[in-house]
């Protein structure tokens, strides 16, 4: 079942909350008027002045020499491991991570890049000697390690920094690169109280997104050393990437940077405070990790709870049996909070 998936039939006619993900944000008006307003050019000529700029901002603001703007996050992952890695060679990875999980084996299938996947901890990292052991020695039977892609933040947990810096020592003593997928980087920027350079500096590339908890429309943007990145912007051509006036888009990011880093820390609290409400109703399991609540139903009525959230104008993804994965992002709003909070202790009531 797609983790896409909610509960049939539960999408309520007027919605007041969207729960699902941090995906569902719409540009707001001041990010519209900036898009309209954008100055633009030929990006494959390196003429868009607007994407140029979104460029240099996040390559200045993660202590990287160049960085390249993409449509989406998977596509960022995807060309990133490709720059790094040639046919034959291997990712070291975690099994529960996007880039081996959720990206359709795209650098298998497209790449001929091998995934080697380790158990992810319970904290969202992987364990320094598992790494070392999943390392392959020079053999002609195997393939290649050359990159270790790590997630931050995963599940909404927040790695921290000494256990990253555990698990990068290991690859760089073996001499491999490494790689982030940083897509909500700034949300573990925001719970770890740090810059952005305190984590992309300990990375080779980072693959930042601009679509999830920053609210713009769609776009990654992936950062590290010129001679990967052009690399990356020779994959990004070969896998249909290629803009032209794509610079209404990277207003749209820019305008995020500005903006919505900073109330990152509303969308924290709200989880913490939709966390506590149902630990009180005592009707299930919940975990919360920044942005993110994950609460399993007791007696696994998943279906039922979406039924009446969604009378509520509620929606959330409560397809299947385990945990439901809540999302809070920009677009939730003081009255839609509410009106969760109060169908839930109905509900449970």
Do not use: W
């Amino acid at each position: 079942m797609s983790q896409y998936t909610q509960t049939p039939g539960a999408r309520p006619q007027q919605v007041l909350c969207d729960l699902r993900s941090d995906t569902v944000t719409r540009p707001d008006a001041g990010m519209r008027a900036v898009m309209a307003d954008a100055e633009v050019g030929d990006d494959v000529y390196g003429e868009d002045p607007s994407i140029n700029r979104l460029e240099s901002a996040l390559a200045e603001r993660a202590g990287k020499e160049a960085a390249l703007f993409l449509p989406t996050g998977t596509q960022s992952n995807l060309v990133a491991m490709l720059a790094h890695c040639g046919r034959g060679e291997e990712v070291i990875t975690g099994r529960d991570y996007h880039v081996y999980k959720y990206e359709a084996g795209g650098a298998s299938a497209l790449g001929g890049v091998v995934l080697d996947a380790l158990r992810v901890s319970e904290d969202g990292g992987l364990e320094p000697a598992e790494i070392a052991a999943a390392i392959k020695e020079d053999d002609s039977h195997h393939p290649i390690s050359r990159l270790l892609s790590l997630e931050n933040t995963h599940n909404g947990k927040v790695v921290s920094l000494a256990r990253l810096d555990k698990s990068i020592a290991v690859a760089r003593d073996a001499g491999l690169a490494v790689h982030l997928d940083g897509a909500r980087v700034f949300n573990a920027v925001t719970a770890l109280g740090c810059e952005l350079t305190d984590i992309a500096g300990r990375f080779d590339s980072v693959s930042i997104c601009l679509s999830k908890g920053l609210g713009a429309p769609v776009g990654s943007v992936l950062v590290g050393p010129t001679e990967i990145i052009a690399r990356a912007r020779r994959l990004r051509k070969m896998v249909g990437g290629g803009m032209r006036q794509a610079g209404v888009l990277a207003a749209a990011g820019l305008y995020a940077l500005e903006h919505n880093v900073a109330r990152l820390a509303e969308d924290h609290a709200r989880a913490a405070e939709l966390a506590e409400t149902l630990r009180g109703l005592g009707a299930g399991t919940v975990a919360h990790n920044t942005n993110m609540v994950f609460f399993t139903p007791e007696a696994g009525n998943n279906a039922a709870l979406g039924a009446a959230l969604a009378e509520a104008g509620v929606v959330i993804s409560a397809g299947g049996t385990g945990a439901i994965r809540m999302v809070l992002h920009k677009d939730v709003t003081s009255e839609g909070f509410e009106a969760t909070l109060a169908a839930l202790r109905s509900h449970y009531g």
